[in-house]
């Protein structure tokens, strides 16, 4: 009966993947469209929630930028002073003026240091809010989004975008804002030195702003640009890592490394038309600057042959122009660095703007306490996203009394999964209703309802902890006895116990270290100490060998007759347990009943149960 397999179009629905190519090909279209549109830096006003969380410490940074900038300022007055004062009645005061400076230069050293600190920690502890809130979001998206955005490229906003957020704002920011600041305090004392000067200064300004605001958008493009190729190419990887025996198996080495390394040279020529752009912006700036002061020094050296000027008053005046100057030239930097993350945050802002389809309502109905173990299906009409002419379920219904058990069975793409799916609110459906517990599953918390259910789905994904750990996913809070007697029911206490460290031995990424049939039984355990009331049994013994097949049943047997049960399943040995056999084809009930009575009927399921018999 290899007919009543779980349907491979399900699966595929369920995974919620389109292929590869035709992914790749809606982000390029992506880059080159809806996101270069944004030319602005507004997505990094995102942080400022998540910065003012932390008022104290946003306070002491702002009080020690202040401090630093002011006490870096006062060396050209204490300057000056040394070289206007300093040398009177022959040198007497002159120890006094650089003492000051060396005071002035310690404390400064200890106000950047405490600046650096708090700026620093600052910046990391919004950072990692921002990273946990990301990640709280990215789990709360439904298939259905997956269906639109590969995974690789998920997990590229969580790492790579996150990396320039964290650079703005533990570096950048604070190199920004204490540049700001000097240029402000160095205007303003530059105006009190010498106002006609100044005023020539400020002619240059509008000259250096030019190429900042020139270069800086099409900077920020080419960056947005340069990581969305760079996206491609970590989740074109991605997906390779992760099937490499696959790709090892089809001989396709070589192939993907070809293909990754084309995705890597294309984001290579981006940055390098990127970091073009930038190095002409940061030369035309420096000529402009230095060519600009070169030439208000000169007259300044005139106004003290003239007498207009003291020789301390050029000096302090100099310092400033210096300190002035290479204040702007950094803030062109800075905003190369704003621009970057602002491309970042742009991308990060899909994620984190991005809603649930499933959701709870704002006032959700509680599922009555204790559980029942009722689930029903009325009239449910349901098409995947992306597919709306091709429906899933066709008016499909079915009702599970408490402590049933149903087994669902039909050929590939009958919609079987598409059913467990539904219930555990993957999806909702178009038309039709979804209960549990006699309560539609729309107006209830989906935390609450998934709570109701224990789940082995056919693929059976495990995690990189240990085997204890793994059983543990399913109820945290489950004991070690209740472990081990959830791994014992399973059948696995026998293959873990000869594990290096038995139930606390790493399975490495996915579990890829058990065999499949050993990854089945791990997934059962941990549906088995959930402890849920109902039960959805997905293909649970298809990994399984006929021997070990005999001795899961028998442990499922005892959790069946406790909770209700759905089974999907092809192999009779399971079906002849069910209470209630619903065959199920294109979307519909074809036919229902016993064994027995359906084999009597000489419908569909006979064909099915004729087949296998002909396999076996």
């Known amino acids: 009966m290899t007919d009543m397999t779980a349907p491979a179009a399900d699966a595929a629905d369920l995974r919620g993947r389109p292929g590869a190519g035709a992914l790749m090909a809606e982000q390029m279209a992506e880059a080159g469209g809806r996101r270069e549109k944004r030319r602005d830096i507004r997505p990094l006003a995102r942080l400022i929630p998540y910065a003012l969380r932390h008022k104290g410490h946003l306070a002491l940074a702002g009080f020690w930028l202040i401090v630093s900038t002011a006490t870096s300022l006062s060396l050209t007055a ?14 007497q005061r002159l120890n006094l003026w650089f003492m000051l400076l060396g005071l002035n230069a310690v404390f400064l050293g200890v106000a950047t240091a405490v600046r650096y600190f708090y700026v620093t920690k600052t910046g990391e502890r919004v950072v990692a809010d921002l990273r946990k809130g990301l990640f709280d979001r990215i789990l ?7 269906a639109k955005m590969r995974t690789g490229e998920v997990l ?6 996150i990396a320039l957020i964290e650079t703005l704002m533990t570096t950048s920011v604070s190199f920004a804002l204490r540049n700001f600041l000097t240029l402000v305090g ?8 010498s106002p006609k000067l100044t005023a020539l200064v400020l002619l240059v300004v509008p000259l250096l702003l030019g190429p900042i605001f020139l270069f800086g958008r ?5 960056t947005v640009t340069t990581q969305d190729k760079f996206a491609n190419a970590v989740g074109f990887a991605g997906e390779s890592v992760d099937a490499i025996e696959t790709v090892q198996a089809f001989g396709r080495v070589r192939s993907a490394v070809t293909r990754f390394g084309e995705a890597v040279e294309s984001a290579f020529e981006s940055s390098l038309v990127r970091m073009r752009a930038r190095a002409l912006m940061t030369a035309m700036i420096i000529v402009v600057m230095f060519g600009g002061v070169t030439l208000v020094l000169w007259l300044g050296a005139q106004d003290v042959i003239a007498g207009r000027m003291s020789p301390g008053a050029l000096l302090q005046f100099v310092l400033l122009s210096v300190f002035a100057a290479g204040a702007v030239g950094a803030l062109g930097e800075s905003w190369g660095d704003v621009q970057k993350a602002a491309g970042a945050m742009e991308r990060i802002d899909e994620l984190m703007r991005s809603e649930p389809a499933i959701a709870a309502p704002a006032t959700p109905r509680a599922l009555p306490s204790p559980p029942i173990g009722e689930v029903s299906m009325s009239a449910v009409q349901f098409a995947y996203p992306g597919r709306p002419d091709l429906p899933a379920l066709k008016g499909f219904s079915l009702t599970v009394r408490p402590g049933e058990t149903v087994a669902l069975v039909g050929p590939s793409g009958a919609g079987k999964s598409t059913v467990f799916r539904l219930l555990l609110r993957f999806y909702d459906p178009q038309s039709g209703m979804v209960s549990v517990d006699g309560v539609d599953v729309r107006e209830a918390d989906p935390v609450d309802v998934r709570a109701r259910f224990a789940w082995v789905s056919q693929e059976a994904p495990l995690f990189s902890g240990s085997a204890s750990e793994n059983i543990r996913f399913g109820r945290e809070s489950a004991s070690e006895d209740e472990v081990r007697a959830a791994a014992d029911e399973a059948q696995a206490l026998g293959f873990i116990e000869a594990l290096p460290e038995q139930f606390d031995t790493p399975l490495g990424e996915r579990g890829k270290s058990l ?8 997934a059962i355990a941990r549906a088995l100490v959930r402890e849920a009331p109902i039960l959805l049994l997905d293909e649970a013994t298809s990994a399984l060998d006929a021997e070990n097949e005999r001795l899961v049943q028998a442990a499922l047997d005892p959790a069946m007759e406790t909770r209700t049960t759905l089974v999907i399943a092809h192999r009779l040995a399971t079906v002849l347990r069910a209470d209630r056999i619903v065959v199920m084809e ?3 009930v074809a036919e229902e009943g016993t064994h027995h009575a359906l084999m009597a009927l000489g419908g569909l399921y006979a064909r099915l149960a004729e087949l296998q018999f002909r396999a076996d």
């Not at 204490?78 to 040198?91: K, V």
């Not at 709360?140 to 997956?146: G, I, M, N, S």
């Not at 099409?218 to 080419?222: D, E, I």
């Open 140 to 146: 709360t998206l439904d298939p259905a989004f997956y």
């Open 515 to 522: 065999s499949g049939g050993q990854r089945q039984r791990l």
């Open 156 to 161: 590229s906003r969580l790492t790579t975008d």
């Open 586 to 588: 294109d979307g519909k």
């Open 186 to 193: 160095g205007v303003i004392l530059l105006f009190v030195v």
């Open 218 to 222: 099409t900077v920020r493009k080419l």
């Open 78 to 91: 204490a300057a000056r002073g040394a070289i206007d004062h300093g040398f009177e009645g022959g040198g």
